[in-house]
């Protein structure tokens, strides 16, 4: 299994970005799958979780402003952001975690810079 993540970069607060990300293998459809983000000397905390068969939830720092979503038909996740603040800054990672068996996968790391 590997997760390429994407859609990263560099925007002015106020913009929007859509992070995607493709998951090879079969188990997309049977995994919760959410998005994670860490900035330097800090852990990663959770942005988003959309899990395989319940509602999202979201963090209170970005509830309102990001949308998870997935497409189990192409193996891919999102994540629409809207309204970029500069405390958004961070590296962000996705992550799938297997229902039944509980094996866990992270994808490499997509940077998003909000600048003020």
């Known amino acids: 299994v590997q997760l390429q993540a994407s859609g990263g970069g560099l925007v002015q607060a106020g913009e929007s970005l859509r992070l995607s990300c493709a998951v090879t293998?079969?188990?997309?459809?049977?995994?919760?799958m959410g998005w994670y983000r860490q900035t330097p000397g800090n852990q990663r905390d959770l942005v988003a979780l959309?899990?395989?068969?319940?509602?999202?939830i979201y963090a209170d720092s970005v509830r309102g402003r990001f949308t998870i979503s997935r497409d189990n038909a192409r193996n891919t996740g999102y994540l629409q952001m809207t309204n970029l603040k500069p405390e958004d800054t961070a590296m962000y990672y996705c992550?799938?975690?297997?229902?039944?068996?509980?094996?866990?996968?992270w994808g490499q790391g997509t940077l998003v810079t909000v600048s003020s």
């Open positions: 959309i899990p395989a068969d319940s509602y999202p």
């Open positions: 293998g079969n188990i997309f459809g049977v995994s919760d």
């Open positions: 992550n799938i975690h297997h229902v039944f068996n509980r094996s866990n996968f």
